[in-house]
């Protein structure tokens, strides 16, 4: 049985990994405080990088999926220490798996690598995370994809995912699917901004982890984009009216506020799956 190590257990995707995971393999979660839910936690402060040289001299995975991170919100979306704390992480990280031989790394990159601008991106694009609102969250994923993959490439298979947004059972209720279903159930309808043209690209957490047990079984390399669709808050907020609403329910459209057609290329993750 695969022995496996999630970073960011705590989170949102990192919980549902873990619990999906677990029902095929032999588990465990790291992070640097502590969850009871989790049946085989361990400690693993990835700043502390006499600590991660440690965990790892004393713990040997089949497996690596590293989600920690910290994330960007509207408070410091625009400080450096976002770029320098995560630019720490993965450093820490890759010195300690310097010795590392026979293992698989699956890291979580983000799109927030691409520019938040209309267009179709593919993995092979130009990288410009300056034009997004999440410009160091997504410099910083973008510099972990460098990083690890010059420090571990001679001897640790890597699998790098550039995640759209993911959505489902346990997600923050601040993100734009709860926050959707709220305002209808409350009034009667939702307000959409951009007019409702702005796309994302979004996967559903149960179909993320059922990708990941497909990348671990065959143990897949190399870059994706990972999404299930691109679609607009237009459609979004008509699935949520279908599915939670009624005849009366409504959409506000406001001008202001983002209407940039981001996309997602999924066409190299589908060639995967014969899609």
Not at 74 to 97: G, Q, R, W
Not at 136 to 159: A, C, D, N, P, R
Request: hydrophobic share 40%; aromatic share 10%; glycine share 6%.
């Amino acid at each position: 049985m695969k022995k496996i190590l999630i970073t960011g257990a705590n989170g949102f995707i990192g919980s549902s990994l873990l619990r999906q995971l677990s029902l095929k393999y032999q588990v465990f979660g790291a992070s640097r405080t502590n969850n009871k839910n989790i049946e085989n936690w361990l400690f693993l402060d990835l700043s502390d990088k006499s600590g991660v040289n440690n965990f790892f001299k004393q713990n040997k995975f089949d497996v690596i999926i590293h989600l920690a991170a910290i994330m960007a919100n509207t408070s410091n979306v625009n400080d450096l220490n976002v770029l320098k704390e995560n630019l720490d992480i993965h450093t820490n990280l890759a010195e300690a798996l310097a010795e590392y031989n026979d293992s698989h790394f699956i890291n979580f990159s983000s799109s927030a690598v691409y520019p938040n601008i209309s267009g179709l991106f593919k993995e092979i694009d130009e990288i410009n995370p300056s034009v997004n609102p999440d410009r160091l969250y997504g410099l910083s994923k973008f510099t972990g994809e460098m990083v690890f993959k010059s420090s571990l490439s001679s001897h640790i298979s890597q699998l790098h995912l550039r995640i759209g947004f993911v959505y489902g059972e346990g997600m923050n209720l601040s993100r734009i699917h709860p926050v959707f279903k709220a305002e209808l159930l409350s009034h009667n309808h939702i307000t959409v901004f951009g007019n409702g043209l702005r796309m994302i690209p979004q996967i559903e957490i149960k179909s993320l982890c059922q990708k990941v047990i497909f990348f671990i079984e065959n143990g897949t390399k190399g870059t994706f984009n990972v999404a299930d669709e691109n679609i607009s808050l237009k459609s979004l907020a008509e699935r949520t009216i279908i599915k939670y609403g009624n005849e009366k329910s409504s959409i506000v459209y406001k001008p202001e506020g983002n209407a940039q057609e981001f996309k997602l290329d999924l066409q190299k993750l589908n060639n995967l799956f014969n899609v």
